[in-house]
């Protein structure tokens, strides 16, 4: 068994590439669930959505969100409405959400939700949402000080405004999901997968029980480096890092994962920072990490695995 | 200045018709919204949309619900996911209640809201919700005595089933619209469309304050007969009319409407029965009522208009 702590497309990817080479269901993953947003009363939960249609291979490649052979016309209609569209719902993509919140409406927890869309979809990896309870990323704008949540600030402002805080607001109060902990404890081991540290991984790392169990499995965790030579390779890591305090590099997120991680892996590109990053007591592997095609997440989970064998 | 008392199809083409011959300014409409439905999360007002869907004359006249050229995309993929689709929500339509849910979400009242979408589609006849508090019919089902929402009567249940009693949950508390005392007040004309009597017009009814408000203007109230020949032209009226005590014809809907009208328009079908209406002491014209075309419609308009000039 193993664990995955999982944001979106790059955890997904990831993932795809772990069930290449272990069956699915050997793998739980751990999802964030602090981007997840109510919108036109929808219960939306983009990372859940991102993983599970990556793994049902049925994910829009292009965009890095939402569904193949989408529809728009929903949208087209709300707009025309006068309606708020810049977050952009499919119309195969809003069935998904419509389920959701009719569930959630009938008193079912966001656990099962989640593994009966998993299951409508083919998938056996088992996917759990962080918690069941309400976590919500706010970040703080640099220039206003506005503190907006995660959803306006990465799609309406389009993580283009400099940000000086980031905030999970309910974190403490929040339960993991039943499963996650132990999901955690039996892990032979748990990977960190190479999403955004501050906004995918932290909100996991916020709620206290998650926080504390893998604390005591800090031998067996492993994180894959979301920042390659430098850069992200989707998203605003980089510049997130940098806005934080942190250096936007291997060594920057070898600091930030120092508490709770015993090897890092980084990809070639950043041989010369191996040295560096060792002086800091972590553990640390080279290797390709762009997962460019499935070859390739399969390889580098074959390196995941093989670290504890 | 003439007010409408509206359920759906019925009043929606009346309203078209009245439009033909009066200006659009001087018509409010007064809507039941007993038959609202909170699907999904989303806030669904049925008699609301096919009046303001009928008005921009871009209604399904196939279905009498919806909108033209309609795609079901969202639906589909809602059925693969094992969702609820009894009640069809075409993507269009989606958008719809997607703009009220996130608008209601922002604390906006449902008659502002009406109005905004009204107004998005061209409208100018005045829509008012009957009311903004939450009034919900409910129908108790003859053979289980179970009580379901009307929704699903009509369309899980196709009206198929004999019911026993219809209430309307939270009426006595209701308010009416902000304008809709005032629109009955000064109406020269207060006209009830030929709407199901007992679950599309009953629910305005039921509003305490608009009953009074009625009963004071009971001279200038005239009904429009939705019966026609013992059958209603859509929906379950006449056996509902049977079910719940009446007479499924037009003595029955004058009955059933006697201490609230002063003239009950009926079909040319049923001038056999204009004696027999008025010696129940109600003013009884008969004239074409089948609103097969924008024509006819336009002629019962000028005749509603006749009554009073």
Sequence with gaps: MICVLAGGVGAAKLLNGLKDVLPSEEITAVINTGDDAIMHGLYICPDIDTVTYTLAGVNNVETGWGL?????????????????????????????????TARLSEGVGLKEITKEIASA???????????????????????????????????????????SSVRFNGSQQAQATHGVIDAIREAEVVIIAPSNPLVSIAPIFSIPEISNALKERKEDVVAVSPIVAGSALKGPADRLLN???????????????????????????????????????????????????PQIAASLGSTLLGLKR
Tied chains: 1, 2.
């Design 68 to 100: 193949q052979g989408e529809t728009w016309v929903a949208m087209e209609s709300l707009k025309k409405l006068g309606g708020e569209t810049w977050f952009n719902l499919g119309d195969k993509d809003l069935a998904t959400h419509l389920y959701r």
């Design 243 to 293: 806005e934080l305090g942190y250096e936007a590099s291997v060594e920057g997120v070898a600091k930030y994962y120092q508490d709770w991680i015993n090897t890092l892996i980084i990809d070639k590109a950043d041989f010369d920072s191996v040295e560096n990053i060792e002086s800091l007591g972590i553990n640390c592997v080279s290797t390709e990490t762009v997962m460019s095609d």
């Design 121 to 163: 979809m083919g998938i056996s990896v088992n996917l759990l949402p962080m918690t069941e309870d309400r976590v919500e990323t706010m970040v703080t704008l640099l220039e206003s000080g506005d503190e907006i949540s995660f959803q306006e600030y990465f799609v309406k402002h389009r993580h283009e405004v400099p940000i």
